[in-house]
Nanobody, 116 residues
Framework: QVQLVESGGGLVQPGGSLRLSCVASGFTFSNYFMNWYRQAPGKERELVATIASRDGGTNYADSVKGRFTISRDNAKNTVYLQMSSLKPEDTAVYYC?????????WGQGTLVTVSS
């Protein structure tokens, strides 16, 4: 069964850091690009970061460039999102996602709340 499970969310103060993890199962993880999305209350889901399957090339939304880092460990079937210098506007449910046989597969999401 193809599955993605996120973890690592929580409450953090502005300026703080968090690392999200997404563990994949049921497919050959190293063959696929992986993505992190987020959805803030009352807003559409947006793409935050992407990491390539083999060379690890990355791409980021302008809103998180220089603050967030996406990485992967193919031996652990895990993709990470290191978030630093967090702002209240980063508050959202964060999801990992990949495209499997032309179908988007999503995790259940993990909530990140940035507040003092």
């Amino acid at each position: 069964q193809v599955q993605l499970v996120e973890s690592g969310g929580g409450l953090v103060q502005p300026g703080g850091s968090l690392r999200l993890s997404c563990v994949a199962s049921g497919f050959t993880f190293s063959n696929y690009f992986m993505n992190w999305y987020r959805q803030a209350p009352g807003k559409e889901r947006e793409l935050v970061a992407t990491i390539a399957s083999r060379d690890g090339g990355t791409n980021y939304a302008d809103s998180v460039k220089g603050r967030f880092t996406i990485s992967r460990d193919n031996a652990k079937n895990t993709v990470y999102l290191q978030m630093s210098s967090l702002k209240p506007e980063d508050t959202a449910v964060y999801y990992c996602k990949f495209v499997y046989k032309n179908i988007g597969v999503w995790g259940q999401g993990t909530l990140v709340t940035v507040s003092s």
